[in-house]
């Protein structure tokens, strides 16, 4: 099985040519569609080797296919690696150079039209952890989004997924509200180990509502007409920074809770079970009478976290499946369950009763 990753960095925008990239992605629209348009102003190495990628068409490179005429499409680059032993992979001619012997990326001319014109920036500590673990960067890509330069570099490698011991890791995601609640079913069919993983609410409540608030009174000035003062401009600053600090707190948590996970799955040699059934979970989130905003952000976070622990599951070979767990059914006879106060859950009909986040594992137990 081939596993891939990907990661973006962001280019120096000083050193890159946005109009340059622009047309770059606008060829690269059209060679996904089939057409091969010399420009005779661009660099015909970069042009050669962009219709050289006909035959990948439809593959992760060239991405999704652009959905219209103008839309943005990534330029897909190949690369050549110089491994720290000397040996070297891939096209000498690659306008992406992966150095790392001196520990940098060299972009030629992807960058600027400038004949041999080079920006070289500091190789990711992300590049050198994929190579260690037997991965190679074959691709790159270049592009702009929100205006800004980006280049996106793809790990690819061979892996085959191990064999379960027996043991299973359950992961239930939740809209974090709730958090992510994970179980280790141990071999002899017991929930082992039972846990939520929960952000600091607390935390992104304050920072959350600060903005709103904020925000709120920027509006009154905007209506007044004073927009432009100082007082709007330190206002609209502290709400922009605000939010930020609610995604990358966010970003950082989902980050760190999936590779947790995913090397608890690796110890264990577990095969995960996860439940991703984010309907219940938006629908918790209305119960919970949240404002529009925010969760918005917990789903989109929760649906980045499925996404990042199914890439790196893959990537490392854990076997996983996507089982649906109820929390409102019993395990024991699918009746409907009833919660009671503090998140108990009880059957009417047969006398199960537990915690609403340990309903799932129950449920798992009873997967083989
Ligand atoms: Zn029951």
């Known amino acids: 099985m081939n596993a891939r990753r990907a990661i973006i960095i962001r280019l120096p925008k000083d050193k890159c040519d946005v109009d340059y990239i622009t047309r770059l992605m606008a060829l690269a629209n059209l060679a996904y569609r089939g057409f091969e348009v010399w ?38 680059l190949k690369t050549f690696r110089i491994y720290p032993d000397g040996s070297r992979k891939g096209d000498r001619h690659a306008p992406v ?6 520990n940098v990326i060299r972009l030629r001319q992807v960058c600027k039209n400038e004949p041999r014109y080079v920006v070289i920036i500091p190789m990711p500590k992300w590049v050198v952890g994929r190579i260690s673990e037997g991965g190679d960067i074959k691709f790159a890509m270049i592009g ?84 432009s003062t100082p007082e709007a401009r330190r206002l ?41 059934m984010l309907e219940e979970s938006r629908r918790e989130l209305l119960e919970e009478k949240l404002p529009s905003g925010l969760r918005k952000i917990y789903l989109a976070e929760a649906r980045r976290f499925v996404k990042l622990l199914a890439t790196q599951l893959e990537w490392y070979g854990v076997p996983y499946r996507f089982k649906r767990l109820y929390s409102s059914a019993c395990p024991v006879c699918h009746r409907e369950l009833t919660q009671l106060p503090g998140r108990i859950m009880v059957c009417e ?15 798992a137990v009873k997967i083989h």
Not at 42 to 63: D, E, T
Not at 253 to 267: P, S
Not at 349 to 359: L, S
């Open 144 to 227: 702009l989004k929100d205006n800004e330069p980006y280049l996106a570099l793809v790990a690819e490698r061979e892996v085959e997924p191990h064999v379960p011991s027996g043991y299973r890791l359950v992961v239930d995601v939740n809209a974090w509200s709730n958090g992510v609640v994970y179980g280790i079913i141990n071999p002899n069919n017991r929930i082992a180990e039972y846990s939520p993983l929960r952000p600091n609410l607390r935390l992104i409540d304050t920072w959350y509502y600060r903005a709103e608030g904020l925000h709120k009174k920027l509006g009154r000035l905007k209506r007044l007409g004073l927009d």
């Open 349 to 363: 009909n047969c006398g199960f009763k537990a915690p609403r986040d340990m309903v799932p594992m129950y449920w």
């Open 97 to 102: 150079v992966l150095d790392f012997r001196s």
């Open 236 to 276: 609209a600053r502290e709400v922009k920074a605000l939010r930020r600090k609610v995604y990358a707190y966010l970003r950082d948590f989902v980050q760190k809770r999936a590779h947790e996970l995913v090397m608890k799955a690796i110890r264990l040699r577990a095969l995960v079970i996860i439940d991703d």
């Open 39 to 76: 420009v005779p102003d661009l660099p015909k190495a970069i042009q050669h080797q962009l219709y050289g990628f006909r035959n990948f068409k439809g593959s992760l490179v060239f991405g999704t296919k652009p959905k219209g005429w103008l839309a943005k499409t990534w330029v897909p």
